[in-house]
């Protein structure tokens, strides 16, 4: 005797993108669409009533997010499992559907296959992640921390932008040259830079620094 199929609910306010889901889904003998919905509200009221296994939800509605979708039912289910869908899948948005709770991240742009694996592995683990681009954002996310500055060191970057040596840098910040000195050093490392130089136009680069005045090297 076969396994009865995983039950998914549909929520997306565009009628004509659910529809190509519900085929897609449909053309897979383990899955069955039992609701489609359009909007928060709707879903919400869907899946108290029908429990679906798993919901595969637009990250944009009308009334809310799939976002909002995904934190009430995460409240009264560990179970059940929860897809976002999106066109705007930047790492801001996938770490907010993973803190969110959700199952797994796709982009609208990705193979409809994609979603249909992502859902069957809600299924089976819902409280576990999936993303194509998790890998990626989080690269980048720890570089980014990597490189974070903390305050005094960001403005003893301004004063070496500005031309500053450490005992001059020392002098305006009441510290004394070899704490200049050794705040310069961090930031050199935190950049990956060897001298002033690279460490300004790294610093440029990422943004922690708008301009640079010339100074002589």
Known sequence: MSAAPTTV??????????????GVFELEED????????????????????????????????DG?????????????NTTGLVVLTMHSGDDQIFAAM???ASGFVGKDAPSGEVVRAAR?????????VCTGLVGAMMRRSAAESTRLSDREHEVLLLLADGLGAAAIGE???????TAKSHIARIYQKLGASNRAQALVTAMRIGLLSSVRPVDS
């Open 31 to 62: 899955m069955t669409i039992v609701a489609q919905a359009g909007s928060v509200v709707e879903a919400l009221k869907k899946y108290d009533e029908l429990r679906p296994d798993v919901v595969v939800a637009d990250l944009q509605l009308q």
């Open 121 to 129: 592995h809600a299924a089976v683990s819902p409280r576990s992640f």
């Open 65 to 77: 997010t799939g976002l909002d979708i995904v934190r009430s039912i995460r409240k009264v289910s």
């Open 172 to 178: 305006k910040l009441y510290l004394s040259e070899s």
């Open 9 to 22: 609910l549909l929520v997306d306010d565009h009628e004509l993108i659910r529809s190509g889901l519900a």
């Open 99 to 101: 803190q969110a709770g």
